[in-house]
């Protein structure tokens, strides 16, 4: 007979976190089909049963709902692919965007009253009074909420923006990683304003440490396009004796879509790529064909970068290049999904560059 798991041997065999409890849940749903009985009437599970659970683990892990995975699950892609399954993917990617809409929304007005500095606290206290007003006087509904709003923003005009101080109310907790890293995460936020950016920031253990020798060994920088090029601080990367380097060297891409195309229309460009020096760093924000054609190389050791920062546009290339970066055993920094772009990819390399190089008032001086 082959050998059988009680639901407690099952749940240790599979971890993540499982217990009895959802896996009885996951009987209700469907999800696990109903086991056989001892003669005592307990559950018993097979080793079919352990990687199907893992299945599921795993698909939850990664975002999917439970519904989506029981579909997932039985689906036979060879002849259940149809429109119709397709179509209800769709509706529930529809469902979720529009929750994180409304999601969105009230981030947007917690960052309202969380993200105001020291000279906006007065005008904090003000708004959370007549908030609680508002939960009284219902009557003024959303033409109240607007007043008060406008009366605030007519007032901001009084003092700049601080920056770090508003970030310091809505940041997460980021004591755990060094200063250089917590400063990089501060300018990718502060550079495309949303702070669930820190989620999808990767960093390698190398990465800070690769990227400080490399640099200041005045390297060769490698972007994929001249947007990437043209948001770079040469001024500090002069004074490093740093090169920069325009991978697809054509004025006229300025997007992923043209980055993309380039790249594979022309053999020079892929030609280009195996040339870049040894302990160079490559900068990667549009094309995740670039990305990924940077990880093959660095597979093959035909290629050998210190860092690689990789953040490019896209919404199945660029997620998977970014997973295969991080893999490697090379300086990484990655912002993990769909997320990325050239401002972004230069705001990286510019964050290491300054944790050299100090900025006083004016850094003309570094070009003396």
Known sequence: MAKTLTIKELTNAVGGGITPRMVRHYHQLGLLPQPKRSSSNYR?????????????????????????????????????????????LQQQYQSVMQQISQLRQTASALEGLLGRDRNCQIMQAEVLAQLKLLEVETKTGLSGLEKLWSGLDARVHAHPEAFQESLQHLLPDLSNRSEIEQDLISKLVLACGDVSLVSFVRLNQQAI?????????????????????????????????????????????????????EFWQHQEWQDKLLQV?????????????????????????????????????????????????????????????????????????????????EKPDCHCYLSC
Do not use: W
């Open 44 to 88: 018993l599970y097979t080793d079919k049963d352990v990687i199907r659970l893992q299945r599921i683990v795993a698909l939850k892990q990664q975002g999917f709902q439970l519904n989506h995975i029981r579909q997932i699950l039985e689906v036979e892609p060879e002849t259940d692919m149809s429109a119709g399954f397709i179509a209800q």
């Open 209 to 261: 440490a690769s990227s400080r020798k490399t640099l200041t060994s005045g390297c060769q920088i490698v972007v994929d396009i001249p947007t990437v090029a043209a948001a770079l601080d040469m001024t500090r990367l002069a004074h490093l004796n740093c090169h920069v380097e325009i991978l697809i060297d054509n004025p006229h891409v300025t997007s992923a879509t043209e980055a993309e195309k």
């Open 277 to 357: 020096s040894d302990g160079c760093i490559i900068v990667v924000g549009y094309a995740p064909s670039v990305l990924l054609s940077v990880c093959e190389a660095i597979q093959k050791q035909k290629i050998h970068p210190a860092l690689v920062i990789g953040m490019p546009i896209g919404f199945s290339h660029a997620p998977a290049a970014k997973r295969q970066l991080m893999q490697l055993s090379v300086g990484a920094i990655a912002i993990e999904g769909t997320l990325g772009g050239g401002l972004l990819a230069a705001t990286a390399l510019n964050a290491l560059v300054e944790s050299l190089i």
